[in-house]
């Protein structure tokens, strides 16, 4: 009794320190979160990319260019907390910026509006936006509406000697089958400039920090995959900056945006790849 009583009892102690060490989570929206094996069914559908007025599955960049990446928005209730006003400002300063990528966490709880209200935004910026999708945004079920106005949520996009490769880890894990999908992509990327994004961080601060994806193997599988052959692998959730170098890959996670206005802006050029943070 005393051992079944355990594991029923840490499960839950872990999910307690998990849910409360970083973004606010809505108990009965994560219950009730969509299985990645749904999402990855429609893994070939491009509705927000491919609509005629964007065509964002491909990019035509110059010898130097620069993107933004940030993360968690959770737009909520159809307000953006001046995602709109204050990216675009950071857009039209700066010519060079030719894409910008939002790791996930894009809405609170995937509400329809707030998915529609993103795609507004982003219709905004004058440049692709590349979205990925995070936990906030499977809530309550909500994922169909992601699926119905935005399309996949593990994508490739290519431009002039680059790839971006967008992941599923708005369960915390990615899977098998996404996992080989990864190696599948970077392999056939061999001498483009390959930037990774996705949602859940592979690395933490410190031992009681649970905000990461949950199986190590994976992480393993992901660091021997991308050594040598990734510049970047971006990610969110923890709501705060992580930087880690090993296999001449360096893995940043970013502050939020909602609160701290924080966004990263990636500089490509014929000597390298440099970033700088800023924020707003």
Known sequence: MVKKTTKIILPLILLTIFCFSGCNVD??????SSDLDDRLKSKDSFVFLDDASRNWRSLTLEPEYS?????????????????KDKISKVISENAKIKFVVILGDITQTGAEKDILKFIEVADSFGVPCYPVI??????????????DNIGSTMYRVDGDGLALIILDSANSFFGKE??????RQVNNAAGKRVFVFTHSPLFVTGPVDLQQI????ERARIVSMLKNKCDIMFMGHSHKRVENETGNVKYISIEDFKSKKVYCLVSVSGSGVSYEFFKL
């Open 67 to 83: 993107f933004v990446v940030l993360t968690d928005t959770h737009i909520e209730d159809g307000k953006d907390f001046d995602l």
């Open 178 to 183: 996404q996992l080989d999908w990864l190696e």
């Open 214 to 217: 949950t199986d190590t193997k």
């Open 134 to 147: 995070g936990n906030h945004d499977i809530y309550f079920g909500n994922w169909p509406y992601w699926r």
């Open 27 to 32: 108990w009965l929206g994560f219950v009730t």
